[in-house]
């Protein structure tokens, strides 16, 4: 049999395979196109579910790129390290490069020098080749000196390494200067070279060195750095008070952030959700996890001052900042230098009110009443201790079992009348200037109006002052005609502030919601972190800058740690039939 066709069949299936190669060409193409498209727009894990079904070199690259941009970068890093020298020039620069920003992010600046090192040494003078050296001489000048030293050891190159001694020269000591000279020498680099004379000249006299001598030491970041900053709270996609916390201080982080980065366009700030609960556990785990996967600048939270304790020994560890927005237990940040306190503590809260008391009401002989073993007694102590080093004196102090008495005040507040007669028959010859009354938690209001009812039955009309809780107190009008009464509170919202008014607005109009104060307590405090990191550049400086701060003037709070890891700023408000007012005049 003759099959007169069979010669045309090897062309039908060159003509069937050429067509497929074609029509995946032009898929692969559009899949390209459009993963690039996402990343353009910001929306990188969408590009990334595209660019990681595309095995190619240009498809390995986007996929490091977008999985940079999200922060997770060790995933990155394992696309890019795909990327070979067989792919095109372009593409395999674009990797190296965007290698060295991973390795940089990652705190390995030593790796990073080495890649755009080798990146500036091109003959081909791309922009991207102008773009690594500008990135390799801004490391050089940002490092610290124990990152400096770090980088010297994982450069690959003797020229690297004299570059980041010479990055040196003028912002160290002339000693410091010379035990850095002493380690290139050992590094056996050519000491007979121009550069070596010179740099051995400049090191040989002390008046020739102090002409190189900088004293600002002022940092400048590489431009594009950014900014990782861990928010390890509970997941707000849920309901109820906790949520509603929690959902307020991620909306005023982010709203922050966005803000930071509208002004700021060569550096830029991300906030990285890590979920937490109530439990220490979990506390743990997300400390681990924003070190381990986001290489975090600093963490904000948790809510809760308990596990709170398990992510302050961990930022220890790892050497991470912790700027807790609410917790305010006296205990948090013992003898650990990395962990801040946002919201004054309760012994904050007393010192606060003794100066009042003493420096701007002059008050000079005092009591003291509050329940023992409850917050408050931290305040007592404090306020007494305070008030007497400021030359005052407590003449009654009672931290007492108050609860075990049914809460019957009599036997301490016959001590608080203002009558002479009644005072002489106690044989107390003590006139009261002052009460400071520092209730808190549930019995708080009970006791505030037992208190306040014992000195109106005495015709008593010495000042009091309290706790944060006096100012949700609802004190009839009569009591408050002549009975002045104070609180201390860490936050204050003045609705007149055009300021105020503004970030509603702005905050309604990206969350399509209201602002709680939670919302602006997360505002605030990531805000003044960020405004910290835009001062000091390096966070390597972070942990030491945040306590010289100036003071920061926020929506709903002041932050000044004054050389402490405790916010100073305690806002005193009187009480009176006029309403509750800021007192505006505090030393």
Do not use: C
Not at 33 to 62: C, S, V, W
Not at 242 to 248: D, I, P
Not at 430 to 451: M, N, R
Not at 500 to 526: C, H, L, S, W
Request: proline letters at 4%; hydrophobic letters at 35%; zero cysteines.
């Amino acid at each position: 049999m003759i099959f007169p066709n069979v010669k045309k069949f090897p062309l039908l299936f060159l003509s069937i395979a050429f067509f497929l190669f074609q029509l995946s060409n032009l898929s692969y193409a559009q899949s390209l196109e459009e993963g690039i498209n996402y990343y353009q727009q910001g929306d990188y894990e969408e590009a990334i579910q595209i660019f990681n079904d595309i095995d190619t070199p240009q498809g390995r690259l986007f996929s490091g790129k977008s999985y940079y941009s999200l922060g997770q970068y060790l995933t990155a890093k394992t696309y890019l390290n795909q990327v070979d020298q067989k792919a095109e020039d372009e593409i395999y620069l674009e990797a190296k490069y965007t290698t060295a920003l991973v390795d940089f992010q990652l705190g390995l600046y030593g790796n990073a020098l080495n890649r755009l090192y080798d990146l500036k040494d091109q003959s081909i003078k791309t922009q991207l080749v102008t773009n690594g050296r500008q990135l390799y001489n801004e490391i050089l000048g940002y490092l610290t000196l124990n990152q400096r030293k770090t980088a010297f050891q994982q450069a690959k190159s003797p020229e690297i390494k004299y570059d980041l001694i010479k990055a040196a020269i003028g912002s160290v000591p002339l000693e410091d200067a010379r035990t850095l000279y002493s380690q290139l020498i050992q590094s056996k680099i050519d000491t007979a070279s121009s550069a070596m004379q010179e740099l051995s000249e400049t090191l040989a006299d002390s008046m020739n060195y102090a002409t190189e001598r900088r004293y600002d030491n002022q940092v400048n970041a590489p431009k594009g750095i950014v900014y990782d900053l861990g928010a390890a709270l509970p997941s707000h996609s849920n309901s109820g008070s906790e949520f509603e916390v929690a959902r307020g201080l991620h909306f005023g982080y982010i709203l922050a952030a966005e803000e930071f980065n509208q002004q700021n366009t060569d550096k830029k700030a991300f906030i990285r959700h890590q979920n937490t609960s109530a439990n220490m556990d979990s506390a743990g785990h997300a400390m681990t996890t924003l070190a381990w996967n986001y290489h975090a600048d600093a963490v904000l939270g948790p809510l809760f001052s308990e596990p709170a304790h398990k992510m302050a020994d961990l930022a220890e560890q790892y050497q991470i900042p912790l700027i807790a927005p609410l917790a305010n237990s006296d205990t948090l940040n013992v003898d650990n230098p990395y962990v801040y306190q946002a919201n004054p503590t309760f012994t904050s809260h007393g010192r606060k009110m003794a100066e009042y008391a003493v420096q701007s009401l002059r008050m000079d002989t005092l009591a003291v009443l509050t329940e023992k073993n409850s917050l408050g007694e931290a305040s007592a102590f404090a306020f007494r201790d305070k008030a007497e080093k400021l030359g005052a004196k407590v003449v009654h102090f009672f931290v007492e079992d108050l609860e075990s008495q049914g809460y019957d005040l009599t036997d301490y507040t016959k001590f608080f009348t203002s009558d002479s007669a009644k005072i002489d028959s106690l044989n107390n010859y003590h006139h009261l200037d002052g009460i400071y009354a520092p209730f808190t938690g549930q019995p708080a209001s009970t006791l505030a109006e037992l208190l306040l009812v014992d000195m109106e039955a005495m015709g008593s009309d010495i000042p009091v002052m309290g706790s944060q809780e006096w100012g949700n107190f609802d004190i009839p009008e009569i009591q408050l005609e002549n009975q002045p009464i104070y609180f201390s509170e860490s936050y204050y919202i003045n609705q007149k502030s055009k300021r105020v008014e503004q970030f509603k607005e702005i905050f309604k109009q990206r969350f399509d919601t209201e602002p709680n104060r939670f919302a602006m307590i997360g505002y605030d405090v990531a805000s003044y972190v960020l405004e910290t990191l835009k001062s000091v550049e390096n966070p390597a400086y972070l942990k030491n800058a945040l306590k010289t701060q100036p003071m920061y003037k926020g929506i709903i709070s002041n932050i000044n740690f004054k050389g402490e890891h405790i916010n100073q700023e305690v806002k005193i408000f009187e009480m009176s039939k006029n309403g509750i007012r800021p007192v505006l005049k505090q030393n």
